[in-house]
């Protein structure tokens, strides 16, 4: 019966705007189940990777934009993503960097041009395929919920692909337990790159303080996130290796994340004690 408690109504909606559901509590709240979504992807010579990774996305029944950041791919993975652009026009979009300029860039400036695009979910995705892009639908099902939702190969049902070397496995995992240890937080897989975030969340979110590049912008964002008391969820995933192109992962990048930790723990030291108070307010 309408209006019962926990009831779900599909909302309609013109041709090529969002079908939203929506979801009534028992407080009368109406909360988002489908969003409009923009899939942040950073790129560099990812010219074999991209197409495929393209195509499974739009094959998703979620209403999703793609935008590409790419640095000046050597392998013309800028140019391919221009083509993908004029095939999809209105869903697809590609943001030219000159070089090589780190994740933490990549993502803010994806994350602000998404959200002047009216993006109400953001996606972080890496272009290898090593993400599995129907995952996403899950995670869009726990956004309910939740303020981010992590693809996590550290909770239960989570894994890592079977041919990884010994020492990556080992020193993924310490990482992250490493992590856990010095920030006193319990995401699992904080250096996971697969993500969903809400857009008022990272709004509420001081990201001008974000320094960290490279795999420890994964563990300042969620440890930021968790400070600022935001609902942090992790669904399981498993993390295939790359098949086609260079992975970009070495032994020097992890060691040099795991000291990098101890910056992050230092950094928010007055947000420890503000906690939701430190969120910033628009």
């Known amino acids: 019966m309408a209006g019962s408690p926990g009831l779900h109504r599909v909302v309609a909606t013109r041709p090529g705007h969002a079908s ?6 028992r407080s009368g709240r109406r909360r988002l189940q489908l969003l409009r979504i923009t899939v942040v992807i950073p790129t560099y010579n990812e010219i074999e990777n991209l197409p495929r990774l393209v195509k499974a996305l739009f094959s998703l029944p979620l ?33 030219h960097r000159p070089a090589k300029g780190g994740l933490r860039s ?38 309910n ?24 496995k080992a020193l993924s995992a310490f990482g992250n337990l490493y992590s ?13 790159g697969y993500r969903l975030w809400r857009s008022e969340t990272l709004r509420g979110m001081p990201l001008e303080r974000v320094r960290a590049s ?12 968790t400070l600022l008391e935001y609902k942090v969820c992790e669904v399981p995933i498993h993390f295939p290796d790359r098949r086609l192109g260079r992975s970009k992962m070495s032994l020097a990048i992890q060691a040099e994340a ?6 992050v723990w230092w950094q928010y030291r007055d947000l420890r004690r503000q906690g939701g108070r430190g969120r910033t307010t628009l």
Do not use: N
């Open 106 to 143: 990549a993502y803010l400036e994806g994350f602000r041009l998404a959200m002047q695009g009216g993006a109400e979910a953001i996606a972080q995705m890496d272009a290898d395929l090593s993400h599995q892009p129907e995952v996403l639908q899950v995670m869009c099902g726990r956004l």
């Open 258 to 263: 795991a000291m990098r930790v101890l910056q």
């Open 214 to 225: 490279g795999y420890v912008f994964q563990v300042e964002m969620a440890y930021l996130a």
């Open 180 to 192: 856990r240890a010095i920030l006193g937080f319990d995401v699992r897989d904080s250096t996971s």
């Open 20 to 25: 939203i559901t929506r979801s009534h509590t």
């Open 63 to 95: 209403d999703l934009k793609i935008l590409v950041v790419d640095d000046g791919s050597a392998d013309g993975t800028g140019r391919l993503a221009d083509e993908l652009a004029g095939l999809h026009r209105d869903r697809f979009s590609v943001l």
């Open 145 to 168: 919920e939740c303020d981010v939702v992590i693809g996590s190969r550290y909770v239960v049902g989570g894994s890592v692909d079977q041919s990884w070397a010994a020492w990556r």
